[in-house]
């Protein structure tokens, strides 16, 4: 497994496991056959309601804490009459506890909406702790993203991103890299749409070198030195998934790849009023 070194020294697999959408009951199972078939980088949120399944899966997988990168994620924290400094701590530890872990080695704010500079001054307080290795962002922008770390004493390690064929977001990882920041896609594969899977630009190049369309999106991604984090609840797609260190795309596929570049979301907008306010309305702990 390829790792990359994050700004402050942790090793991060280049490669992970997401279990975003699996249902609860379904979690449990699939990260078993995850941690079995080699991941060793499990993605969850509080959001996702399956950190139970999650803690679960690890505890039975009987491998040791050291050899696992596990990653969650902070819900915007409501506090009208408290403090969001206080609520995110408490959070923090609701997703330990979930997890049945005494750290993280990455903790993610997962909206750029709310106080999250409350929520990010507890993260680094956290971090100082001890108690995450590393702490990053979701679904930031660059000006956001730029203005966090123009304000604050930590730079994000990490910014979980949508990015795919179709939005391939080569600016923002530009400015990123600029920052010391880790780009990381969530969607990888854009959950089918536009029938990415029969595309034939991603067919012929995956015909070219005996693949899947799926195992030459993750490569083109690792080419690009972006974290990505594939779900699957079948352990043969999940083996293939892991099986993309053995090729290596030429620089005229990748340049293929890259025409495919919409510049826009498949799924929804963070700059979007309606989306906001949807978001912002929803509760976790």
Do not use: C
């Amino acid at each position: 497994m390829k790792n990359v070194t994050l700004n402050n020294g942790v090793e991060m697999p280049i490669l992970g496991f997401g279990v975003f959408q699996i249902p609860a009951e379904e979690t449990q199972a699939a990260v078993e056959a995850a941690l079995e078939a080699g991941y060793r980088h499990p993605d969850t949120a509080a959001s996702y309601g399956n950190e139970p399944a999650v803690g679960a899966a690890i505890k039975a997988s009987g491998i040791a804490r050291e050899e696992l990168f596990v990653t969650t994620k902070l819900w915007i924290q409501h506090a009208p009459a408290g403090s969001v400094y206080d609520d995110s701590k408490r959070a923090f530890r609701n997703s330990l506890d979930r997890l049945g872990l005494d750290y993280l080695d990455l903790y993610l704010i997962h909206q750029p909406l709310g106080d999250y500079y409350s929520e990010w001054r507890a993260m680094q307080d956290l971090n100082k702790e001890g108690l995450a290795r590393a702490i990053g962002v979701s679904n930031f922008h660059p000006d956001r993203l730029v203005d966090l770390i123009d304000h604050n004493e930590i730079v994000p390690a990490v910014n979980q991103i949508e990015t795919h064929p179709f939005h391939q977001r080569a600016a923002d990882q530009e400015l990123m890299q600029e920052r010391g920041v880790q780009i990381e896609s969530w969607g990888p594969f854009a959950e089918g749409r536009n029938q990415l899977f029969t595309d034939p630009v991603l067919t012929a190049i995956a015909e070219a070198h005996g693949k899947s369309v799926a195992q030459v999106v993750l490569r083109w991604l690792i080419q690009r030195d972006v974290v990505v984090i594939p779900k699957s609840v079948r352990p043969e797609r999940m083996a293939e998934n892991l099986d993309v260190f053995g090729f290596t795309l030429t620089e005229g596929e990748m340049a293929r790849i890259a025409a495919m570049d919409t510049g826009a979301s498949l799924f929804f907008d963070h700059r979007d009023p309606d989306k906001v306010s949807w978001l912002g309305g929803r509760r976790y702990n």
